[in-house]
Nanobody
Framework: QVQLVESGGGSVQTGGSLRLSCAVSGLTYGPFAMGWFRQAPGKEREGVAYISRASISSYYADSVKGRFIISRDNAKNTVTLQMNSLKPEDTAMYYC????????????????????WGQGTQVTVSS
């Protein structure tokens, strides 16, 4: 059974940085394309960043471009989200997810393409 476990969340002040990690276990075949999503109270879950299986492509939400960096280490089955210049509006529960429905990378932000999700890690940015 595939499991995703996030870590690295916490509380920081505006302008600070956090590094989220997602450990993937239980894989029985090749790596998945992976995404990071977030959900703030009262809001819908939104895509934050995406990385293809071999790290050839990566995509970001406009709101985090230039501040967040997604990376992966397939040998260690981990995906990382480096978050810099954090803002209060980045406050949310962050989830990593494994994409199980193949297709064009352009639609990476569609929640329905991901079949495995972690439990989430809270990020709180204070002003």
């Amino acid at each position: 059974q595939v499991q995703l476990v996030e870590s690295g969340g916490g509380s920081v002040q505006t302008g600070g940085s956090l590094r989220l990690s997602c450990a993937v276990s239980g894989l029985t075949y090749g790596p998945f394309a992976m995404g990071w999503f977030r959900q703030a109270p009262g809001k819908e879950r939104e895509g934050v960043a995406y990385i293809s299986r071999a790290s050839i492509s990566s995509y970001y939400a406009d709101s985090v471009k230039g501040r967040f960096i997604i990376s992966r280490d397939n040998a260690k089955n981990t995906v990382t989200l480096q978050m810099n210049s954090l803002k209060p509006e980045d406050t949310a529960m962050y989830y990593c997810a494994a994409r199980t429905i193949a297709g064009d990378d352009w639609y990476w932000y569609n929640n329905a393409l991901y079949g495995y999700w972690g439990q989430g890690t809270q990020v709180t940015v204070s002003s």
